[in-house]
């Protein structure tokens, strides 16, 4: 590509055709990891056994809540909710060792406005990420799919200098990934990349466990299954752990085989997965090792 003008190398770049090696710095040693989610406990969810790794790792990872959680409890609401939320992301971040952010729009209300998508386009930027995790934008809860769509929105313009100008556009164009779900419509969650996350399941739950107005109370609430949460706080814990010990899926375990070899992939009890967005940089298998170093074939 050495005879394409300047410019056309640059568009090339942010717009991800570029391969990450030809944007990333070649000595970088950490990566930066931003995992967005709508409400103040999905990134603990999507990919808090990931965030923890990589943070015993020395990397350098930050939760953002795009909505303050105002709305998801069944009799505390409002300020005093969004407050108590906060104060449990607080406690995750300690847990997991991460940075936790909670934006002031409200929960259930999310759209994919102007004003939300330069809030997330600053947010990408001042932590200068190499990678940008959130949802896919086909989930059944609005705020879910708007965040997917906001992000969306960021992908491209994180490296435009004149929009959100007051912070300083990124000369790189980070690697976009979708974290898993199960719909199937429009298209289906392909995991590209898995993190063999057995070693930190009980951080991640620990996680989970800081969460205590989600976990113990609104959603066996709103899932009508109250009855079943137990009252002692280690009870409870052991409670919430089976409710995550699920037994791996198919397409799951075979991108853990392709990541780790199949010795290490026959051991993993659980893991996180990644879909590559088309938006952003696309990484080569090098590149993804490099940002995620805990891929080690045995």
């Not at 209300?109 to 990420?129: D, F, G, H, T, Y």
């Not at 466990?209 to 137990?230: K, L």
């Not at 990541?259 to 090098?286: D, L, N, R, T, V």
């Amino acid at each position: 590509m050495k005879n394409l003008s300047p410019f056309f190398l640059f568009v090339l770049l942010i717009s991800g055709i570029l391969p990450v090696s030809s944007i990333a710095q070649q000595n970088q040693q950490k990566s930066r990891i931003i995992v967005i989610g709508a409400h103040p406990d999905d990134c603990d969810s999507d990919a808090g056994g990931t965030a923890a790794l990589l943070a015993s790792m020395g990397h350098a990872v930050k939760f953002v809540a795009v909505t303050n959680g105002d709305a998801g409890h069944h009799k505390i609401q409002g300020k005093a909710l969004a407050e108590r939320r906060y104060a449990e992301t607080q406690e995750v971040a300690k847990r997991l060792g991460v940075t936790y952010d909670v934006l002031d729009n409200h929960d259930g209300m999310l759209m994919p406005s102007l004003e939300v998508r330069l809030q997330i386009i600053k947010k990408i930027r001042e932590w200068n990420a190499d990678v940008v995790i959130a949802p896919r934008p086909n989930d059944y809860h609005p705020d879910h799919r708007y965040t997917g769509v906001l992000v969306q929105d960021a992908a491209y313009m994180v490296a435009v200098p004149n929009i959100a100008y007051d912070v300083p556009a990124l000369r790189k164009n980070p690697v976009f990934l979708y974290t898993r779900d199960r719909f199937q419509r429009p298209n289906p969650f392909r995991p590209d990349i898995a993190i063999d996350i057995t070693t930190v399941f009980e951080k991640k739950m620990s996680g989970l466990d800081a969460h205590v107005s989600q976990f113990y109370e609104w959603m066996p609430w709103i899932g009508h299954y109250e009855a079943d949460v137990p009252q002692g706080k280690e009870e409870r814990f052991k409670w919430l752990m089976k409710q995550y010990d699920e037994q791996m899926a198919p397409d799951i375990r075979a991108s853990l085989i392709k990541w780790y070899g199949e010795g290490k992939a026959a051991k993993a009890k659980y893991a996180e997965a990644f879909e590559i967005c088309e938006y952003g940089a696309q990484p080569s298998e090098a590149d993804i090792r490099m940002l995620f170093p805990m891929l080690v074939k045995q």
